[in-house]
């Protein structure tokens, strides 16, 4: 019966991959026993997008095995690495980037680290925009201090299970940086490979607005596996983020999604809808992956100010579930951007 179970698996595909998962390597275990199929699928990201339906489809496959009367279905997850790895232990690189300031990107850059945290992912959270930080304080760490470890590697911080470095914890309060771009260079080397970041599913990277030298210095040093574009709907931001797309393409990195930041508003006090900078403005910007319309709310802003992520602070609310599903479709492209050649194989269960 073991064998008509895994044929039976065998014709459910993954939605985002097209490919079934018995050749994908995600059946970690299935039998039959007294009736009852026992299968446990190993997901491709914690923060699966379509868990869901994967359930659904395995359970309705399973059943169709003869002798079959009910599917007991459990889940485990393993991101699986970039072919070229950026970094020792780290498994994917992921830019968080704008052509433009005001729209919104470290905050979101915030909400993407702790929402894949919370789905269970060892996220670290890069703060690069080191004339501006600004990732510390939305943690709640800004009087914190960056120490170093007994290899005197720096230690990163950790804040709500996202562990982060920020220009913000290794200089004064306050203090300018005036710094030439081979101070920059120079920075950003030290924060990426003299940092102890251990073992993580994704290193979210917060740039800088624009396109200057923190990106250049990012692209030529590392492996990134994707970045994505935060803008708001407005054709002034739009412009802006044509260039950073633009950048990123001279650059050979993949374009894995866009984050339309503060799509529209809702009154909360008369539920009337405003698109107070113009709606759906991102799709005019060809052909990449919407991740999601994040609505404008005043507790995303007052929930940076207090150091906690919207997504933590007030989780049912619509722009915290915005954010977590873009977070969720994000780490969907990323596992389809690394398994999409991955050769036929047969898992051992």
Same mark, same amino acid.
């Given at each position: +019966?073991?064998?008509?179970?895994?044929?039976?698996?065998?014709?459910?595909?993954? *939605? =985002?991959?097209?490919?079934?998962?018995?050749?994908?390597?995600?059946? /970690?275990?299935?039998?039959?026993?007294?009736? !009852?199929?026992?299968?446990?699928?190993?997901?491709?990201?914690?923060?699966?997008?379509? &868990?869901?339906?994967?359930?659904?489809?395995?359970?309705?496959?399973?059943?169709?095995?003869?002798?079959?009367?009910?599917? !007991?279905?459990? $889940? %485990?997850?393993?991101?699986?690495?970039?072919?070229?790895?950026?970094?020792?232990?780290? &498994?994917?690189?992921?830019?968080?980037?704008?052509?433009?300031? %005001?729209? %919104? &990107?470290? @905050?979101?850059? #915030?909400?993407?680290?702790? @929402?894949?945290? +919370?789905?269970?992912?060892?996220?670290?959270?890069?703060?690069?925009?080191?004339?501006?930080?600004?990732?510390?304080?939305?943690?709640?760490?800004?009087?914190?201090?960056?120490?170093?470890?007994?290899?005197?590697?720096?230690?990163?911080?950790?804040?709500?299970? #996202?562990?982060?470095?920020? +220009?913000?914890?290794?200089?004064?309060?306050?203090?300018?940086?005036?710094?030439?771009?081979? +101070?920059?260079?120079?920075?950003?080397?030290? $924060?990426?490979?003299?940092?102890?970041?251990?073992?993580?599913?994704?290193?979210?990277?917060?740039?800088?607005?624009?396109?200057?030298? !923190?990106?250049? @210095?990012?692209?030529?040093?590392?492996?990134?596996?994707?970045?994505?574009?935060?803008?708001?709907?407005?054709?002034?931001?739009?412009?802006?983020?044509?260039?950073?797309?633009?950048? $990123?393409?001279?650059?050979?990195?993949?374009?894995?999604?866009?984050? =339309?930041?503060?799509?529209? $508003?809702?009154?909360?006090?008369? %539920?009337?809808?405003?698109?107070?900078?113009?709606?759906?403005?991102?799709?005019?910007?060809?052909?990449?992956?919407?991740?999601?319309?994040?609505?404008? /709310?005043?507790?995303?802003?007052?929930?940076?100010?207090?150091?906690?992520?919207?997504?933590?602070?007030?989780?049912?609310? *619509?722009?915290?579930?915005?954010?977590?599903?873009?977070?969720?479709?994000?780490?969907?492209?990323? @596992?389809?951007?690394?398994?999409?050649?991955?050769?036929?194989?047969?898992? #051992?269960?």
């Amino acid at each position: +019966m073991r064998d008509a179970l895994m044929a039976a698996l065998s014709t459910v595909n993954d *939605p =985002e991959l097209h490919r079934d998962l018995v050749s994908l390597g995600m059946i /970690e275990h299935a039998s039959v026993d007294a009736g !009852v199929a026992h299968v446990k699928v190993n997901l491709t990201t914690p923060a699966c997008p379509l &868990k869901g339906q994967i359930e659904h489809d395995v359970r309705a496959a399973a059943l169709t095995v003869p002798g079959v009367q009910e599917a !007991v279905i459990t $889940f %485990g997850a393993m991101v699986r690495a970039a072919a070229q790895p950026a970094l020792p232990g780290v &498994k994917h690189v992921l830019l968080v980037g704008s052509g433009k300031g %005001g729209v %919104g &990107k470290s @905050s979101v850059a #915030v909400n993407l680290a702790a @929402s894949l945290a +919370m789905d269970g992912a060892r996220v670290g959270l890069l703060d690069a925009d080191v004339y501006g930080p600004s990732v510390a304080h939305m943690l709640g760490q800004s009087g914190a201090k960056v120490t170093a470890n007994e290899e005197r590697k720096m230690r990163p911080l950790d804040a709500h299970g #996202v562990r982060f470095i920020s +220009m913000a914890n290794l200089s004064p309060a306050g203090q300018a940086l005036v710094w030439r771009g081979p +101070m920059l260079h120079s920075a950003i080397q030290q $924060f990426l490979k003299d940092a102890a970041w251990g073992d993580l599913d994704y290193l979210i990277v917060d740039l800088p607005p624009g396109t200057g030298d !923190v990106q250049l @210095s990012l692209t030529q040093t590392i492996q990134v596996t994707g970045a994505v574009i935060v803008t708001t709907p407005q054709d002034v931001a739009l412009i802006d983020a044509t260039r950073a797309l633009d950048m $990123f393409r001279k650059a050979s990195v993949p374009v894995l999604g866009v984050i =339309e930041n503060m799509s529209y $508003f809702v009154a909360p006090d008369t %539920g009337v809808t405003y698109d107070i900078f113009g709606r759906g403005g991102s799709r005019k910007l060809g052909d990449h992956t919407p991740l999601g319309e994040i609505p404008l /709310e005043v507790s995303v802003r007052q929930d940076a100010d207090a150091g906690t992520p919207a997504v933590l602070a007030h989780p049912d609310s *619509p722009a915290a579930l915005a954010l977590r599903q873009a977070a969720r479709a994000l780490a969907g492209q990323v @596992s389809v951007r690394t398994l999409a050649h991955l050769p036929d194989q047969l898992t #051992v269960v």
